[in-house]
């Protein structure tokens, strides 16, 4: 499988997903505040180079990539990730400016669950959630439990793992991933677009 074909895959798997989140979402009622990017916004998020290979095959097509290295360049490996865009003084809210092409980890954190000591079923969240929407916070944690569906975070993962297990395995700071996969997709177009064609035998 070449890295366009690992991309194609991971796309899918990222739909499949989107339909399950939206289905958790529109049975619980349990999503982000409105504005908040308060986990956007924390630097210590890792991430792996396969699950940010749509953001970077989507800024290549676009002709993005070179001008997308260069800010990551500028940032460094530190700070929060370059997709946020932050709307107040301490960061803590903004919005995504690329949505769609989000990594795993963004797409889950919220909507997906893993089991805790006791084998149970437990929302992975923030505190913010958990405080300012404590009712449906705690209704959503008993039906999950009992009839309602919720993406699991390890099995989505399982799923990443399939395709490619090394560059889902190696987490690192987001933006570093988001460097690796852009840098990977520049190396495969350019080998692949330049790449001589072979003259058969005459004999």
Do not use: W
């Amino acid at each position: 499988m070449n890295l366009q074909e690992k991309y194609q895959e991971v796309r899918r798997v990222f739909d499949d997903l989107d339909v399950e989140i939206k289905a958790f979402i529109e049975a619980s009622k349990l999503s982000c505040i409105p504005g908040c990017g308060f986990c956007c916004s924390n630097p210590k998020v890792s991430a792996s180079v396969l699950e940010f290979l749509p953001l970077a095959f989507d800024l290549y097509e676009k002709g993005k990539a070179e001008k997308a290295l260069e800010l990551l360049e500028e940032k460094g490996d530190g700070g929060y990730c370059i997709l946020y865009k932050s709307m107040s003084h301490d960061n803590a809210l903004g919005f995504c400016s690329d949505y769609n092409n989000r990594g795993m980890i963004c797409r889950l954190f919220g909507s997906a669950s893993r089991k805790n000591k006791e084998g149970k079923k437990e929302i992975i969240t923030c505190k913010k959630i958990k405080e300012g929407k404590k009712g449906l916070y705690d209704e959503a944690s008993k039906a999950v439990n009992v009839d309602m569906t919720i993406p699991s975070s390890s099995g989505a993962y399982t799923q990443l793992y399939n395709i490619d297990f090394q560059l889902t395995a190696d987490q690192m700071p987001i933006n570093q991933a988001i460097k690796k996969a852009i840098e990977a997709v520049l190396s495969f177009k350019y080998y692949s677009e330049n790449q001589e064609p072979e003259i058969p035998e005459s004999f």
